[in-house]
């Protein structure tokens, strides 16, 4: 991925695994099991909103059968989406997590898993919660690809009833009128849902899902250091005595430095186990992202932008511009300006005054930052938004 205006593959993409129980007779029960999906969500829920032109260009209706150009579109558009939601998928990630990744060789994943717990520094028996630097030696990409493909593969590997394939828009008829273009964007939005549905069952098909998982009987050791890990991490959180694949995988792809994805959005389980280690580890690493967050929840339901909060946010998307630049990560710079200058329902330049002013408090010295604000303020004009 590079700075250019147009990042490939930018989608509010899928973080909304469902939670997996290990041993398959203790989910027997489908009130308990979807207790479980209700409650716990260990991802967040994918919104398919950008670059889907081709998907919809190459798949017309109806959808229960797709053509060959259509089928090329679909595998094309999901096996380079990233799993992360899209206030970071404007940003060149190392070794991004896709659906490609995570259906290339589900078996040899498992595998390494298997061979990694047979490691006991992989296990964080020795006091640590967060060594990244066993990233590469614990294989803690093999943990994040097999927690994403179990629940993938236990969501979508039953068989798909005609239903699933037909587009209703029935409920929101009265707007294909009133307000064109948000129909035009509900209709998008669920054609690709059904496509990412079809796409991911046929994936699915060709693999024995009982047969990934891990048993309690034919894969003993390692179930049961999975469910004592999942214990110290705080991640027994369910109503029963076996661990979710789903949620331990992920922490322990996190923990052991899986940085693309799983580091990005992983969350400490439990506030009972008092520890920073995470948090520090994460801030020492990727610093820009707390700052982001922040920056992402200012904009997010924001109607007239007033003065102030446009001068907060030019500030966070320096440091933020900055954070970046000095992890060595590249970034599409348009996607940054416009969280900071979108279009502004005034006619007063309120992000052409706040860069002005912004320019005059800092010191000869402030090298990265004049740079930086510099470079905002050229892209700003280019998209039309300074004056």
Request: charged content about 30%.
């Amino acid at each position: 991925m590079s700075n250019s205006r147009t990042l490939s593959s930018a989608a509010k993409c899928f973080w909304c695994f469902f939670p997996l129980v290990l041993l398959s007779s203790l989910c027997s029960s489908q009130s308990i099991h979807a207790t479980f999906i209700v409650a716990h969500d260990p991802w967040h829920s994918p919104s398919f909103e950008a670059n889907t032109g081709d998907l919809i260009e190459n798949c017309p209706l109806p959808l229960d059968r797709l053509s060959a150009k259509c089928e090329s579109a679909v595998d094309e558009y999901f096996e380079n989406l990233p799993l992360e939601s899209s206030d970071t998928t404007w940003i060149s990630l190392p070794n991004r997590l896709t659906y490609g990744r995570v259906f290339k060789n589900p078996e040899l994943d498992r595998n390494r898993v298997l061979q990694a717990l047979e490691e006991t520094q992989c296990r964080l028996e020795d006091g640590e919660t967060v060594r990244w630097d066993l990233s590469q030696s614990c294989k803690a990409d093999a943990f994040a690809n097999l927690s994403v493909f179990l629940w993938t593969c236990d969501k979508h590997s039953n068989s798909a009833r005609p239903a699933d394939y037909s587009v209703d828009m029935s409920e929101d008829a009265d707007l294909e009128f009133s307000r064109p273009e948000y129909y035009k964007r509900i209709l998008h939005r669920t054609i690709v849902r059904i496509l990412e549905n079809h796409w991911l069952r046929n994936k699915c098909s060709g693999y024995e899902l009982s047969e990934m998982r891990f048993d309690a009987t034919r894969d003993q050791k390692q179930y049961e250091l999975l469910r004592s890990i999942a214990e110290r991490l705080g991640e027994d959180r369910f109503p029963s005595d076996a661990p979710t694949e789903t949620f331990v995988l992920k922490s322990l792809a996190a923990r052991l430095g899986d940085l693309s994805t799983a580091v990005i959005y992983y969350e400490t389980p439990s506030q009972r186990k008092a520890d920073d280690s995470w948090s520090n580890h994460m801030n020492s690493v990727w610093p820009w992202r707390n700052t982001l967050r922040e920056i992402d929840e200012t904009t997010r339901n924001r109607a007239i932008l007033l003065p102030d909060k446009v001068r907060y946010l030019l500030r966070m998307g320096i440091s933020i511009a900055i954070s970046l630049q000095e992890s060595g990560l590249e970034f599409d710079w348009d996607h940054l300006v416009r969280m900071v200058c979108a279009p502004q329902k005034t006619e007063e330049a309120i992000c052409k005054t706040a860069i002005e002013e912004r320019k005059l408090t800092f010191e000869w010295d402030q090298k990265s930052e004049m740079e930086t604000i510099e470079k905002i303020e050229t892209v700003a004009r280019e998209l039309g938004l300074y004056d």
